[in-house]
């Protein structure tokens, strides 16, 4: 049983956080900080009167909606608007759909003076930035310090951040060219209400590379390609990196991410259901790993190049890196102090040890 000093010096540190969407994002967040002793949240954020209201109330959650549209959740049970929430809580965690960030930055949160994350959908580029910086825990955690404006890499801009600076941090100038192509899911598994096209769709542009380079270097000599696959298990991505001289062997590749945060190197997944379906099968929450995952057995090392191939489990790789960027933001811990207690929440260690195992080499 928790003593009272306890208690009492838990309330004093505890922060209010306002959930603004509870979508495929929204309501991953939510769940976590619900277990965080660090954090209350104060509610989320509905702008459709469906049943999803419902389900957030099922859970103890307050719901709030736009002033405007107070009118249409008569139905529903609300405890406010969206507008008079924000000024109870410390910070929020946007997570409206890609633009709406930016918009509800602008007349909602500067205007009241309050700290916000953002996500993948936003752009720290151009007319609508949403901010200057793109967090990436791995590369950039110090820079979210004390911040009040930060955006969180998308699943991808995620997911290749974690290949990418462990590679340099290990083979530095002898890496000359990476040249990716990112297979990307058509939707997530809840949205059911998304049909999934018979079709491979090319993606023009994508904005992958550059939201990369905003944390690797703006000259970092990276190629992103990426076409769009009906599927809505996971994102694929097949990268090769080419070397100054001969390539290091497969083995020397694995051996960097033995010990990387959200990393695990699996043998034996035909296929990326395969991990979905082992994360469900063992009562993970959402179904999800909440890391990317390197397909070992596709790993080759051929002269000057490594080709290789990780999922990314698109949902889940960035719920843990909005709780380690709000602990920089909200409570300004160094980053091996946000990091255990992020660990003490979603255990990545521990569901990196059972994909491993499971999906090890047979010999
Ligand atoms: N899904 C992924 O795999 C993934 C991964 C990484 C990053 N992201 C990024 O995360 C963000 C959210 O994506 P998502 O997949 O969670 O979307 P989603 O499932 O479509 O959910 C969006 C939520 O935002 C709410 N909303 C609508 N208008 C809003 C507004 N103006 N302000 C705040 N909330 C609003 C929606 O409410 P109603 O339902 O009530 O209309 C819904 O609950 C996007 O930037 C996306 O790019 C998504």
Same mark, same amino acid.
């Given at each position: 049983m928790i003593n009272l000093n306890k208690w009492v010096k838990?309330?004093?540190?505890m922060k209010k956080?306002?959930?603004?969407?509870?979508?495929?994002?929204?309501s991953r967040i939510t769940s976590f900080l619900k277990d965080d002793p660090e954090i209350s949240v104060v509610g989320v954020g509905k702008y459709s009167p469906d049943e999803?209201?419902?389900?957030?109330?099922?859970?103890?959650?307050?719901?709030?909606?736009p002033e405007r549209k107070q009118d249409d959740f008569s139905d529903f049970k609300i405890a406010g608007t969206i507008e008079s929430v924000l000024d109870e809580c410390d910070l929020v965690i946007d997570? +409206? $759909?890609?633009?709406?960030?930016?918009?509800?930055?602008?007349?909602?949160?500067?205007?009241?003076? &309050?700290?916000? *994350?953002?996500?993948?959908?936003e752009s720290i580029m151009g007319s609508e930035a949403?901010?200057?910086?793109?967090?990436?825990?791995?590369?950039?955690?110090?820079?979210?310090?004390?911040?009040?404006?930060?955006?969180?890499?998308?699943?991808?801009?995620?997911?290749?951040?974690?290949i990418l600076e462990p590679l340099r941090d290990k083979f530095g100038d002898n890496l000359i060219r990476f040249d990716v192509t990112l297979v990307r899911r058509w939707a997530d598994i809840e949205q059911t209400e998304k049909k999934l096209s018979?079709?491979?769709?090319?993606?023009?542009?994508?904005?992958?590379?550059?939201?990369?380079?905003?944390?690797?270097?703006?000259? +970092? $000599?990276?190629?992103?390609?990426?076409?769009?696959?009906?599927?809505?298990?996971?994102?694929?991505? &097949?990268?090769? *990196?080419r070397f100054k001289d001969a390539a290091p062997k497969p083995s020397e590749i694995h051996e960097i991410f033995t010990n990387e945060f959200?990393?695990?190197?699996?043998?034996?997944?035909?296929?990326?259901?395969?991990?979905?379906?082992?994360a469900q099968n063992m009562g993970f929450n959402f179904t999800d790993t909440n890391m990317i995952h390197i397909h070992a057995n596709m790993t080759t090392s051929i002269g000057d190049t490594v080709q290789m191939m990780y999922s990314d489990d698109q949902t889940g790789i960035v719920i843990p890196e909005n709780h380690m960027l709000l602990q920089a933001m909200l409570f300004e811990k160094s980053y091996q102090e946000a990091f255990e207690h992020t660990e003490s929440i979603f255990h990545m260690r521990e569901k990196k040890q059972k994909l491993q195992e499971y999906f090890g080499k047979k010999d």
């Open positions: 838990i309330c004093q540190i956080i306002f959930v603004n969407g509870y979508g495929s994002i929204g999803k209201v419902s389900i957030a109330n099922s859970r103890g959650l307050d719901v709030y909606v997570a +409206a $759909p890609g633009g709406h960030g930016y918009k509800n930055k602008i007349h909602l949160y500067e205007p009241k003076n &309050i700290p916000a *994350i953002y996500q993948g959908g949403v901010s200057d910086l793109l967090f990436n825990s791995r590369a950039n955690y110090d820079l979210a310090i004390g911040k009040n404006h930060v955006m969180q890499g998308s699943c991808n801009v995620t997911g290749m951040g974690r018979d079709t491979i769709e090319m993606t023009q542009s994508p904005h992958h590379g550059d939201d990369v380079k905003t944390y690797f270097g703006k000259d +970092a $000599p990276l190629f992103v390609r990426a076409i769009k696959v009906p599927t809505r298990q996971m994102h694929l991505h &097949i990268m090769d *990196i959200g990393v695990a190197t699996l043998w034996t997944a035909k296929g990326t259901k395969d991990v979905r379906d082992y």
